[in-house]
């Protein structure tokens, strides 16, 4: 019975882990990384030189443009997101944008919201960057934050962000970015089947 136990605890000793990132300094994170079947590390931003909030604060705001309630308004120029609320009000956002080249406007729609999703970086990502890892698990260090909306067909979303200090500014590979409190109170607000208008200005 005891070489039984001592068996099995070697065996737990010796499994991968394919849990969320681990911690072992404030500086590193660690995840499991299927293309290459080992454990991967990242530097970590370091976050003493950054602002840990964003300096555009949500507002809500008076509304007379065409769209009606429910919908999404991105409009990349001004670096700003509406969600229509009715009554001649709508709720507007600071957001992060794609940084020139990675620019996109259409009209679609959300067809799927996560909390704390995981990361697939799209093929052409991972050519530009072969560093980057094949899935990153959910997390407060994974690039889409604490929430995302999936936008239509496309390989965008509505996102929030572990960098808020890039809030206003063009950094994304055409994805929008918010802070985690202001992706998560959209995410509250909207539901799957919510219009996106996104505007290049």
């Not at 976050?47 to 065409?66: F, N, Q, V």
Request: aromatic share 10%; proline share 8%; net charge positive.
């Amino acid at each position: 019975m005891r070489k039984i136990l001592l068996l099995a605890a070697a065996a737990l000793v010796a499994a991968p882990t394919f849990a969320t990132p681990s911690f072992a300094d404030d500086d590193v994170v660690r995840f499991w990384d299927p293309s290459s079947g080992t454990i991967q590390t990242i530097k970590r931003n370091p976050s003493a030189s950054r602002p840990t909030e964003s300096k555009i604060k949500k507002e809500l705001i008076d509304y007379t443009g065409p769209y009606s309630k429910g919908t999404i308004i991105v409009n990349t120029g001004e670096r700003r997101l509406y969600y229509v609320m009715g009554d001649g009000k709508a709720m507007k956002y600071g957001i992060g944008v794609g940084r020139p080249g990675f620019t996109w406007s259409g009209e679609h729609h959300i067809t799927r919201k996560a909390e704390w999703p995981g990361w697939t970086p799209p093929p052409a990502m991972r050519k530009r960057q072969p560093k980057l890892p094949y899935f990153m698990p959910g997390g407060p260090d994974n690039p889409l934050g604490a929430r995302a909306m999936y936008i239509g067909s496309t390989i965008y979303r509505i996102h929030g962000t572990a960098e808020p200090w890039t809030i206003g500014e063009a950094v994304s590979s055409g994805c929008i970015r918010m802070t985690n409190d202001d992706v998560a109170d959209l995410y509250e607000r909207v539901g799957v089947g919510t219009k996106v208008v996104v505007l290049h200005e």
